[in-house]
């Protein structure tokens, strides 16, 4: 009787075992289905959060393994994640060493691991392979809001949200004054970052206002300005902005954007018979070193550690096109370059800055946007800063310096 007991305490023990070591078997992560989300590390919860579309995602935080779904979204990452903005990157597009080559040295240079970094194709162009995107076994995928088209037309978003990968959708690019700020909160959140990011938003805020506080206050006559955007990136002529993005930084700045009744929405086109006839008192090209695209182009490589004596022998070039025959700023060679990426980025405080400057010298003569962007990168990134984000014509005299009655009216 005492031998079948002991048998049975013996069974039992063997059972409770089989059970333990089966149930380790099923929760384990390599157990998981193939594609699904990482295990949640410990004290992770989820939370209902709202994207920059107005969706309600819900998404498991801290968020530890993020896709960038543009590489440039690191501009953003790298204010907030400061000691090391690469640790929770598992993939990207590689437009940033493409159209931001020397941010990315000056990032590899210091991170290395970056290089190893997978790179992903774009929704826009349908090259995404979600199947490479649910092997990197995200938290949450970062898109910029005009690929909303593209994931809802191949149904992105509910394919991924079925293996529990949520996307949540950013803008720093079709109306950046509106919404960086809930831009930079959300992913403050994201990251676990929240006092961060408040702390970047209180900043952002400040430089702003050092512009906007005076024109208001001081009401200077606003001189007509022409935005060439992605100079040099095509021969077409006249690419520009409407009233946002670096449309809207000319009028922060006090200046008039002459394209802001043409171009309804953000980005769009003039032709030279209308460039020409608005007379612009000054021209302001968006560029950057973009020799992956366009090698031996006419873009003007202004950026980090850009040579400045060759971005202003390129810029020259760009007084002789034939929609700026006769204008006031051909006349007055008032023609600067400045760093393209400014309109993709948090930073834009800075192109803010440097318009004022550019616009009304006088009144803005003690306003230093160059040791802003240091003093930036000091207190927020983790590369040093190099010099190089905007550059002028040697005498150049911009109409805004001159006497009111001397700025032209548009025909």
């Known amino acids: 009787m005492a031998m079948g007991h002991r048998w049975r305490i013996a069974l039992l023990i063997l059972v409770l075992a089989g059970i333990a070591a089966a149930g380790i078997f099923l929760v384990s992560p390599a157990a998981a289905p193939e594609g699904a989300a990482s295990p949640p590390p410990s004290g992770s919860h989820h939370v209902t959060v709202t994207d920059l579309l107005g969706r309600n995602v819900q ?9 960038l779904g543009e ?30 080559p020397d941010t990315y040295s000056a990032y590899a240079k210091k991170f290395p691991r970056i290089a190893d970094i997978p790179t992903f194709g774009g929704f826009e162009d349908g090259t995404f392979d979600i199947e490479q995107a649910i092997a990197q076994k995200p938290d949450v995928i970062l898109l910029n809001i005009e690929a909303q088209r593209a994931t809802d037309d191949a149904r992105y978003i509910e394919k991924l949200a079925a293996l529990g990968i949520p996307v949540v959708y950013v803008d720093f ?59 040099g990136y095509t021969e077409d002529c006249c690419l520009s902005f409407g009233n946002e993005n670096f449309g809207k930084y000319v009028e922060v700045a ?11 929405g953000t980005f769009g086109q003039l032709n030279p018979e209308q460039v020409i006839a608005s007379n612009p008192d000054q021209v302001v090209v968006t560029s950057a070193n973009w020799e992956a695209y366009v090698p031996s182009g006419h873009w003007i490589g202004v950026g980090p550690g850009a040579d400045l004596a060759e971005a202003r022998r390129k810029l020259e070039t760009y007084t002789r096109r034939p929609a700026y025959t006769g204008t006031r700023a051909a006349q007055d060679r008032a023609f600067h370059a400045i760093w393209h990426q400014f309109y993709n980025s948090p930073y834009e405080f ?5 318009l004022a400057k550019w616009f009304h010298p006088a009144l803005f003569a003690d306003l230093d946007p160059d040791a802003t962007y240091r003093e930036m990168h000091e207190r927020f990134l983790p590369v040093p800063y190099e010099p190089g984000y905007f550059v002028s014509l040697d005498g150049a005299t911009p109409a805004a310096s001159a006497a009111p009655s001397t700025v032209k009216a548009a025909p």
């Open 59 to 67: 998404v498991r935080l801290p968020v530890q393994r993020v896709i």
């Open 71 to 100: 590489g440039r979204q690191l501009y953003l990452v790298a204010a907030l994640d400061t000691d090391n903005p690469i640790q929770r990157i598992v993939g990207w597009r590689k437009d940033l060493i493409q159209a931001d």
């Open 173 to 231: 690019r079709h109306r950046p004054m509106e919404n960086t700020e809930p831009t930079m909160r959300l992913m403050g959140r994201l990251l676990g970052k929240e006092a961060r990011a408040e702390e970047f938003i209180a900043y952002r805020a400040a430089q702003i206002r050092r512009v906007a506080d005076t024109i208001a206050a001081e009401q200077p006559p606003r001189p007509k300005v022409f935005i060439e955007r992605i100079g």
């Open 254 to 264: 006090g200046g008039t954007n002459v394209a802001k009744g043409v171009i309804p």
């Open 350 to 354: 800075v192109a803010i800055q440097q």
